[in-house]
């Protein structure tokens, strides 16, 4: 069974950092694309970054040069390190990937950027 536990989410102030995990069991995160999506309250969920098996990674532009994406294959974790965090980062950041032809969601963890 897959699992994705996301953490690491709070409140910070804005141009703080934080680091987002997503631990998965069930999956080895090295063999498939992994996705980082947020969706803020009355807005659409949208793709923040993902990395690929061969470890190609793809960012939204409104977190390119801020957030960054990586895989740790030993612990079977992914992380999103933001930084320079803007009041509009503010959302549920959830980790997601398809296996087996079904999309996998973690329960997420909230960002919340104010001062």
């Known amino acids: 069974q897959v699992q994705l536990v996301e953490s690491g989410g709070g409140l910070v102030q804005p141009g703080g950092s934080l680091r987002l995990s997503c631990a998965a069991s069930?999956?080895?995160?090295?063999?498939?694309?992994m996705s980082w999506y947020r969706q803020a309250p009355g807005n659409q969920r949208e793709l923040v970054a993902s990395?690929?098996?061969?470890?190609?990674?793809n960012y939204a532009d409104s977190v390119k040069g801020r957030f960054t994406i990586s895989r740790d294959g030993v612990s079977n974790t992914m992380y999103l390190q933001l930084n320079s965090l803007k009041p509009e980062d503010t959302a549920l950041y959830s980790c997601?990937?398809?296996?087996?032809?079904?999309?996998?969601w973690g329960q997420g963890t909230q960002v919340t950027v104010s001062s």
């Open positions: 990395i690929t098996s061969g470890g190609s990674t």
């Open positions: 997601n990937t398809l296996y087996r032809g079904l999309y996998r």
């Open positions: 069930g999956i080895s995160i090295a063999r498939y694309t």
